[in-house]
């Protein structure tokens, strides 16, 4: 699959009407929801335009729930704090390690932030 101008408008429009990228996917058609997401965050379309209403009553606990930082789990961020479906991965973490294998691998590999990482999570001293 590709993108061109129109099926980007049409992402555009979509998003902005506050469709799901499920739904904008299938309406564009030849793009994977995975696809379109990706391509919304290339282009920076906000969250803030999404019109999706979440039940606060029943979201609640469940955020509260996966925020709680005492979390057994992965706490790779997903998303961006602060927003509605900001939550940590929870995954089975790697002994001695805040995340899980995958997560471990994504926040190691960046350069940038090795260092930081490193004396944040006191992983020891590497010879590198
Ligand atoms: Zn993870």
């Known amino acids: 699959m ?3 101008d129109e099926k980007v408008d049409k992402l555009k429009e979509l998003w902005g009407k506050g469709n799901t990228a499920s739904q904008i996917a299938q309406i564009i058609g030849d793009v994977s929801r995975n696809a379109v997401i990706g391509k919304a965050n290339r282009l920076g379309l906000s969250k803030k335009n999404n019109t999706v209403k979440i039940d606060p009553n029943v979201n609640k606990t469940a ?5 709680v930082p005492n979390m057994s789990g992965c706490k790779w961020p997903i998303g961006h704090p602060g927003d509605e479906d900001f939550y940590f991965c929870g995954k089975e973490i790697i002994p ?4 899980c294998g995958e997560h471990c691998l994504t926040a190691y ?7 930081k ?3 944040f999570f006191k ?3 590497s010879s590198e």
């Open 96 to 99: 001695g390690k805040p995340y």
């Open 109 to 115: 590999r960046r350069k940038d932030n090795n260092n």
């Open 63 to 67: 955020h509260i729930s996966v925020l």
């Open 123 to 125: 992983l020891g001293t």
């Open 2 to 4: 590709s993108w061109n």
């Open 117 to 119: 990482m490193k004396k």
